[in-house]
């Protein structure tokens, strides 16, 4: 096989919680992480030529060894000893610098795709362990699905997929650094944290209003107050029917989950009226 091609699928955040700041500096987190049907495009080529050739079809987005694919791709090549080298294109479609762990799972489709291409046998295990060093989502990004994530995002529990709604996903037109929204946060003063206990138990009974009630993302408190615009998409979401609404991750981005597509529609078109953001999709959990 000289070439594949994989999707790299998005995730959002049902429930995020963050449990005390480490001495070393990490966040202990809690967090229930879902796949989303929003995803990028990789495609790896072999060819003789030693190295890493990667091109990105989005100008800010660097096409160097600043990408985390490219970072996968070189730990893989040294850690394997691989003398030829690889061809690799990504096409963007996943909102950048959005709590959708764009880059993390962009990474982990990597370590998918030159297992496959230059017949590595490697367990998920270790592409995990490898992948952690690149970011704290790249392992959850590498199992995918429903997910429990603690520790810095290393320690994982596979959950059974919550029941089918309809998502909207709304990223409002700023960029957010996820290092300064954890530096801004003081988990020693949190006053609430998410049901996340709840939250899997709900999910264990495909309860999805058990579910909905218990979303909560502790990193709102500095996300939000520094951009009201993800407050008000959330309330055109509520107004429109959401069962509930959300930021996923460290943000911008919103997500309202919608018993029915209409409603998730037409609260699509009130946030694009409202101006309150340019991406906005209605999707659905993954797979
Ligand atoms: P997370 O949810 O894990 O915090 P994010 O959605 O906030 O991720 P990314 O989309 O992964 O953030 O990108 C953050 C920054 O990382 C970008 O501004 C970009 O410069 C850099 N970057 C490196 N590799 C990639 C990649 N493959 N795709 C997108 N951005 C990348």
Known sequence: MDSITRKAYAKINLGLDVIRKRPDGY??????????????????????????????????????????????????????????????????????????????????????????????????????????????????????????????????TALAPPPACTLLIARPDISVSTKLVYENLHADKLTKHPDIDGMIGAIRERNLAGITERMENVLETVTVKAYPVIQQIKKAMLDKGAENALMSGSGPTVFGIFKEDRTGKEALEEIKKQGLASQVFVTAFYP
């Not at 790896?44 to 030529?49: A, H, L, P």
């Not at 791709?73 to 040294?78: G, H, N, T, V």
């Open 27 to 156: 966040h202990e987190v809690k967090m229930i992480m879902q796949t989303v049907d929003i995803w990028d495009l990789l495609k790896f080529r072999k060819i003789s030529n030693p190295g890493i050739f990667l091109s990105v079809d989005q100008q800010e987005i660097p096409a160097g060894p600043d990408n985390l694919v490219y970072k996968a791709a070189e730990m893989i090549m040294q850690k394997y000893h691989i003398n030829s080298g690889v061809e690799i294109t990504l096409e963007k479609h996943i909102p950048v610098a959005a709590g959708m762990a764009g880059g993390s799972t962009d990474a982990a489709a990597v370590f998918h795709g030159l297992d496959q291409l230059f017949d590595l046998g490697m367990s998920l295990e270790q592409m995990q362990g490898m992948g952690v060093k690149i970011g704290a989502d790249v392992p959850y990004c590498i199992m995918g699905g429903t997910a429990l994530s603690e520790g810095i995002g290393e320690v994982l």
